[in-house]
Structures are given as structure tokens and as C-alpha cells.
């Protein structure tokens, strides 16, 4: 919408000549300016510059719809209402039908937690035909930190689906819907995204899953002002991908520890004189709060006293619910669909307790691990 | 002075004030018929409106000196207006009581917070109760929800609209055991359609969209309310020249002040946090800097206190520094429960 060109909007002629004059060819260039500003650099009026500025922000001003038309379009066109279910129940449920269509959904977690096990969960359950509740469709799989283990993905459909994946060639066809792209460098995962753009007009691609994010953006740059501004043009493209396609992104995300310049209060509220640090390790999302606020969905994967939990930390459908979840041979499931309901800023605590019993278990007395060495 | 003092019948004035004449001068230049088409009236009970208004303002042009100045008014036919304007209910007492009872029109009002504190709950919210009928105390007027991130999701929108109905209805059966004159007959698909959703992608967009909206808003005049949410995202992400930013954001405010002011109505822009180096720490701040903080009338602060939800008013012209708190239920926001919990449980 911002490249429209002005003389493609129907201008008076001698306004639009007047506009190319002055090598103001789109309606980014001319909205860039105020009213003053191009009466001055156009040498016309004032109500001929109003004039042309209302016709050229009606066109670059996208359609409008009612929220009803929203819904309905969504029920219609899209399937499950424009929703991924994941096919754990609780979560489902929360987020009224699975991993919405169209925005970001993010994974936050310390290593080892599970994160990637989930993405490659969803990555199959993407390709499945619809019957089975799937998309049926192909998957762009990201994979900076080369974890995607296609071995480990075939098991897991084996185990869920197993009517399916026993059927002659079916795990060729759905293992081969996933694309897995290995960028090593910032600017090659750069290009990898205008390359998906492509693709995303040509193929049936339903779900693109960036395994993780911060790995990607930590890489060569330093800290700081240049840091940010280019998280910043990356998110804006992949956000505005998801938004065009009416596709799920799934991104990871790392943790880090939080250090005492952080600022989490106010001017105007009164200092604590606690330390909010507790004693077990307190750990934050890693890619600021920016990040934090681009992000639709947060999902945060954590460990406390020795059991995983999946946190809806931030949604704006579903309530501040915790689920326990056990990583098995199936992938990714949940120990009780209800969820616990937490109160207040503790949904957005990542915890780390005991997680290093979770992983470094030797099989006695837990969940079936799968088939891991010790 | 204002329609509200005008010797007509009260369905009359009520049908004037909601297509949003509140003054005399807003009629001047009216023609009966153009007057009967936006109230739905006859065309000659449209006359006598208008003939009983030029009487009025004349006896008025002979004792006030606002005849000398174009658009200009006295602080009290302001006070008059004010107390005849109707404020957007959050569904939360508390909030509303701090805010002087709710949403004001005429103002724009700016809330700030961190991720997951209710932004866009709120939002949702007021879309919806903009739309309460004028029997039940609100406004009776449509929204525009303006979205700049995505995250409006129609799924929650619909929740809080069917709460809503609910709690309309209750209201209605309480507030009129007697006379069951009034029904209420809006239904949550009814609520949704009568918010217009824009979704923007850009920051040329988004300066589109609000020049634009004010040829939309003239064709629709029952919007009473506009969101933005945000208006900080774009301008966030990879701006370069920084004092472009600027000058583009004072336009856009200072559009959306005329938006309010001309049409009567309410804007409610969201805007993000960031942390900024203040007094020897880290800390907190509502984004986009200062110049742009002087740029709207209100600004309220959604914080996390302790384990509760809190609004603070930052800055406001009229109203009082003062915290609330409010919850964010399956319903849509609504007061803080914890205190209500422990006494019932008792």
C-alpha cells in the first residue's frame, strides 16, 4: 500500500505533475511530508495540497472490515477457524483452537527444555492431510542451531500417528513437505526470508518455524542501538510475511540472566526495598522488550522443582494458565489439561529449578524418555 | 450555547446530541432537510429544531462577545458541554473512577504499558461498551479499531461482546423491575459489526489511515471512538531519521485532536514501553520520547503491582494522579477481584 504510485491515483493532472516534479513518486514519499511542508516544496495552495492529500491517503489506506466480517471470512476460508491445534488439549483450548494464523507465536525457554521438540511437533502436524488434523501442507523449518533431527521427527510421527505413518511412503511424503534451511550468517538468514516471501506466493507453505531466533541475532553483532535497529527490520518482514500469507510463524527464543541495570519499574512508583532477585536462578527472555512487545503469543518453557511447565505468558485470547508436560516418544505432552491459573507477573518468570535433574536423568522413575543415549 | 438548554423535548435534544450537534453554531448552517436526514425526523419537526436554535442563538448573540471570534467558546458553554457529554465506561469501577468516570470524548487519551498487562484487553473492551445503548447510560455509537500489530484477536473480541450482552441484559433487569419498557435487543454478532477494524502495515499506513479517517468518520458519524494499538510499533522498528519520526508523530496527534474535537469523540492510542536511563537507574518509560509525551491530553500508565494489575494517571489536565487497580477476566477487564474474594469465602 505504501508503494502506491501518485499517478496511478487519479490526481488532477496538474497535481500529479507537480508531484513527479518534484520526484515524489509514492504515497510513502508524499506522506512523509506534512501539509506545510509540500505546500512549500510544491509551490501550490493549501487546499490543493489538502485535496491531494486526502485522495492519496484514502488509496494508501488499506480496506477496512467489520470484526463480524473478520470472524466470518476467518470460520470460512481457514482451517479450524484459522488456528494450528497442536493437538495438546489444554492448550488448545486456551488459545481457542491452537497457534493462531497470521502472527507471531514464540517459544521461550532455557536449553534442553523442549522447544525444539514442540517445533518439530508442529512442523508435522503442519503437513498432515486435513482428515487428521493437520494442514496439509508444507513447512519452512529454519534451523540455525542445526538441532532438527529428521530422525527424531519420524519417530514422533510414528508414535502419534501410527495409522498413518505405517501406510506405505506416507512418512516420505510428509517428511518431505519440510523444507530445513541451515543459514549460517545474519545476511544469509536475511536472504533466506526474501526467499520465503517468494515461496510463500507460489507453494502451499502453512507454517514456517525459526529455530531460534536469538542464535541468528547474537551472531556478529554487538550489543546495543545496531543490535536493536536490525532485530527491528527482521521482525517487521516477518511479521508482515505472517500477516499476508495467513500462516503461523513459530520463532525461538533463548533466555539470559537478568542483570541489575534492568529496569522493570516506573518513576512514579515507590522503590521496593527487597531485592526481587530470588535464590533460585531468575532468568528473562533474551532480544529485549521490544521484542517482547512484537511477539503475539508468548509461550514460556520452564522447569521448577524437577517438573516442565508450558505458560501462556502472553495471549490476548486465553487466561494466565500453566500446564505440566513431559517430553516422550511421542513429542510433547501434556500431564493435566486444565492448567493451573497463575496470578499476577509470575506467568512471565522463566524458572530453571531443578531443570538439570530433567535432563540429565538416567530413566529411573521418570516419563519414557526417548531412546537417548546416557 | 448548547443544545442542552434548548426548550425542545428530550428525544429530540437526546437525537441531536448523539449525531453530535451539541452547540448552536454546529446548526447555523444547517438545512432542514440535511437536518432531518441525519436524525431520521420529519422535515418540518427538523424546521421548528432549527427555528427554536436561531431564536436562542440570537437572544445569545446580544449579551456574548463570542461573536467576535470564529469557533471560539466561553469556558462555561465548555463546562455545559462537558457535563452533557457522556464518558466511555472500562468496565471497571475503580478505573473508571480515577479516569472521572471513564473515557472521555473530545480528548485523546494515551495508556502505556508493558507486554501482557491488558492493552489490548482494554481496547477490546471500550470497543465494545462505546456501543452500550444511551437507555442503559452509554454512548450508543460505533468504533474504529485501528491495528497495527495484530493483536486483535476476533475470538477475544467476541468473548468480551457476549459478556457484555449478559451483563446488559442484567442491568436492564435490575435498573427497570417496573416498567419493562426497554429490551435489550443487541446480540455479540451485532456488537462485532459495529466495530470497523483497520489493519495497517506500515508506517505510511498508518498516516493514511488517520488522514483518512476523517472523511470516513464523516460518513459514519455513529463512530464515537477510535483506537490505535499501537501507534508505536511502527515507528519503532527501523527508523532511521529520527527527527522524521518526530515530525510525523506531532502531525499524527495533532490530527487525532482535531478527529476528537470535530467529531466529538474519543481517541484511545496504545503505546509500548522501554527502559531509559533516569536518576542513577534503569528504568521504565513510555516509548517515543519526550516530545512526543506533551503530545496527548491524557496518558494512563497500566503497571503490574506486586501481584495485581494497576492503572496510574500519568498526566492529565483535569484529573487527579491516582493509581487503580483492575483485573483481566474471560469477561474483559473488570474490577480487581482480590479484596471481593477473601470477603466471600469468609
Known sequence: ???????????????????????????????????????????VGMAEVSSALARISEIACPPYQTALALMEQRIQKEGHGGHLPTGLKGLDEALCGGIPFGVLTELVGPAGIGKTQFCMKLSLLASLPTAYGGLNGRVIYIDVESKF????????????????????????????????????????????????????????????????????????????????HLLGWHVSFIKSLAEFSRIPIVVTNQVRSQTRD??????????????????????????????????????????????????????????????????????????????????????????????????????KGCSDQWGKPT | MEVGRLPISASQRGKLIRAGYTTLSSLSSLSPSDLARELNVTNSEALEILKVASLNSRLDRTDGGHAIFNGAQTAWDMLHEEQLLRRITTSCADLDNI???????????????????????LGIQLAVNVQIPVDL?????????????????????????????????????????????????????????SIYYFRICSYTEQMAVISYLDKFISAHKDVKIVIVDSVTFHFRQDFEDLALRTRLLSGMALKLMNLAK?????????????????????????????????????????????????????????????????SVTGKGIRNSASNHKRIKLM
Open chain 1, 1 to 43: 500500500m505504501a508503494d502506491k504510485l501518485i499517478k496511478e491515483m487519479g490526481l488532477p493532472k496538474s497535481m500529479a505533475n507537480v508531484f513527479a516534479a518534484r520526484n515524489i513518486t509514492t504515497a510513502q514519499e508524499a506522506l512523509a511530508l506534512t501539509d506545510f511542508e509540500l505546500m512549500l516544496l510544491l509551490d
Open chain 1, 149 to 228: 533431527s529428521s530422525r527424531r521427527m519420524i519417530e514422533i510421527g510414528v508414535q502419534s500417528f501410527p495409522d498413518i505413518f505405517n501406510m506405505k511412503g506416507m512418512a516420505q511424503e510428509m517428511a518431505g513437505r519440510i523444507l530445513v534451511l541451515r543459514p549460517t550468517s545474519l545476511s544469509k538468514f536475511t536472504e533466506s526470508l526474501q526467499q520465503i516471501q517468494v515461496a510463500l506466493r507460489q507453494q502451499q507453505v502453512k507454517l514456517v518455524v525459526i529455530d531460534s531466533m536469538t542464535a541468528v541475532i547474537s551472531g556478529d553483532y554487538g550489543q546495543g542501538a545496531s543490535r536493536q
Open chain 1, 262 to 363: 534492568e529496569g522493570c519499574q516506573y518513576s512514579f512508583q515507590v522503590r521496593s526495598t527487597e531485592d526481587p532477585v530470588g535464590y533460585d536462578s531468575h532468568l528473562v527472555a533474551a532480544l529485549g522488550i521490544n521484542w517482547a512487545h512484537s511477539v503475539t503469543i508468548r509461550l514460556v518453557l520452564e522447569a521448577k522443582s524437577g517438573q516442565r511447565f508450558i505458560k501462556l505468558a502472553k495471549s490476548p485470547m486465553s487466561p494466565p494458565l500453566a500446564f505440566p508436560f513431559n517430553i516422550t516418544a511421542a513429542g510433547i505432552s501434556l500431564l493435566d489439561d486444565y492448567g493451573r491459573e497463575l496470578k499476577g507477573a509470575e506467568i512471565n518468570k522463566i524458572h530453571s529449578h531443578g531443570h538439570s535433574d530433567v535432563i540429565n536423568f538416567d530413566g
Open chain 2, 99 to 121: 479516569l472521572g468516570g471513564g473515557i472521555n470524548c473530545k480528548e485523546v487519551t494515551e495508556i502505556g504499558g508493558v507486554p501482557g498487562i491488558g492493552k489490548t484487553q
Open chain 2, 137 to 193: 447510560g452509554g454512548l450508543g455509537g460505533k468504533a474504529v479499531y485501528i491495528d497495527t500489530e495484530g493483536s486483535f484477536m476476533v475470538e477475544r473480541a467476541l468473548q468480551i461482546a457476549e459478556a457484555s450482552v449478559l451483563d446488559m441484559v442484567e442491568y436492564n433487569d435490575l435498573l427497570r423491575k417496573e416498567h419493562r419498557k426497554c429490551q435489550v435487543n443487541l446480540k455479540p454478532n451485532d456488537l462485532l459489526e
Open chain 2, 262 to 326: 470535530t467529531y466529538n469523540l474519543a481517541v484511545v492510542i496504545f503505546n509500548q514501553v522501554t527502559t531509559k536511563y533516569m536518576e542513577g537507574s534503569f528504568q521504565l518509560a513510555l516509548a517515543l520520547g519526550d516530545s512526543w509525551s506533551h503530545s496527548c491530553t491524557n496518558r494512563v500508565i497500566l503497571y503490574w503491582n506486586g501481584d495485581d494489575r494497576y492503572a496510574f494517571i500519568d498526566k492529565s489536565p483535569s484529573l487527579r494522579s491516582a493509581s487503580a487497580p483492575f
